[in-house]
């Protein structure tokens, strides 16, 4: 039988990819301000905001580096040939970071197995 829904695993998988690069790139942003003297704390805070960004784009344009290697993707719950927009993705990705791995205890009870981030925005998980 064909499941159309990815497993907690691979939205695990995908979600500490995601993770890691986003680290990464803090780790990376940081070393390179940090070579420069007088950088204004705006310029710093545009770096970061873009950092945390990184999800909530790739997620509206297509797929995370996370999402791809997994081969799966954030659909709309309406139409799943429809990809999320911007906003949604945006309140996604906060409520995701808000309740951390709690928002994953509805995948269980859920037939489409969405999370509260996914029910919040509008959102589902597919497999590609």
């Known amino acids: 039988m064909y499941k159309e829904y990815p497993s907690i695993l691979d939205r695990i998988k995908s979600t500490t990819i995601d993770t890691i690069i986003i680290i990464g790139f803090m780790y990376l942003a940081?070393?390179?301000l940090n070579t420069f003297e007088n950088i204004p704390n705006?310029?710093?805070?545009i770096v970061f905001i873009g950092?945390?960004?990184?999800?909530?784009?790739?997620?509206s344009f297509g797929a995370t580096i996370g999402n791809d290697k997994m081969e799966i993707r954030v659909r709309s719950n309406s139409d799943h040939s429809k990809r999320i927009n911007f906003f949604q993705a945006v309140i996604r990705f906060a409520i995701k970071i808000l309740l951390g791995w709690?928002?994953?205890?509805t995948v269980f009870s859920s037939k489409?197995?969405?999370?509260?981030h996914d029910y919040l925005s509008g959102s589902v998980m597919i497999k590609a």
């Open 42 to 45: 705006y310029f710093r805070m």
């Open 51 to 59: 950092i945390w960004l990184y999800e909530p784009i790739l997620t």
């Open 112 to 116: 489409k197995s969405r999370t509260i």
């Open 102 to 105: 709690l928002s994953f205890i």
């Open 30 to 32: 940081s070393e390179i």
